[in-house]
């Protein structure tokens, strides 16, 4: 959810802005933090602990078949961000940057990366997240959660929880607000403004 919101907010500000500077910043934050991140808990932790959860022969090639097109969507996703990145390199050691083109392409990748994003989200929505509440324990649900935080790092997982909130609160549904506030602890949603002053803005701001 995150990441679809900041690839859109990528591709509005690249419509916009002639700032390469600041469209490089906003590229390094969507891409090089918060994609870069998503996809690290992905390929690392989350996808296999999916997999190894359904055991049931009857629905496993199914979970499979969904697994495997969430892999081949994250490794679009990646490949987009990997433009995106190349293009930026070039135009900042060329003098004969066309600032109008890069801008172009960034928004249009920026905008690829929010669709196969939302897909991404839609699928894990419908399908694998009903699954995984299904077949593994609340407990065990935590205990997983708890190792993706020590897996992000204590800054890391700041930075990423606000995101998580402006998420979120930019959906506006009261549902997903209660069971941010009901899953995440008093002390960090405390925080949260503070994190966002100190560690988000900076970073993200630019986006505005």
Known sequence: MSLVREANRLNQFA??????PALS??????????????????RELFFPWARRQVKDPTVAKAF????????DE?????ELGVTLNKELAKASTSSKANQSDVCEI????SAKIAEHA????DLEDSLLVPTIARVVSESEQKSFNNQV????????????????HEAVWALGDDKEKKLFEDTIPGIP???????????????????D
């Open 64 to 71: 499979g078949a969904l697994m495997d097109r969430l892999e």
């Open 74 to 78: 994250r490794q679009t996703i990646h």
């Open 149 to 164: 935080i020590r897996n992000l790092g204590i800054f890391d997982s700041r930075l990423h929880l606000v995101g998580m």
């Open 106 to 109: 960034v928004a249009s990748g």
């Open 25 to 42: 910043q906003a590229v390094d934050y969507v891409v090089g933090f918060n994609m870069k991140g998503l996809h690290k808990i992905e």
């Open 118 to 121: 939302k897909l991404m989200l």
């Open 15 to 20: 419509r916009n802005s002639q700032d390469l």
């Open 189 to 207: 949603q405390r925080l949260i403004p503070r994190w966002k002053r100190l560690l988000y803005e900076p970073q993200a701001g630019v986006l």
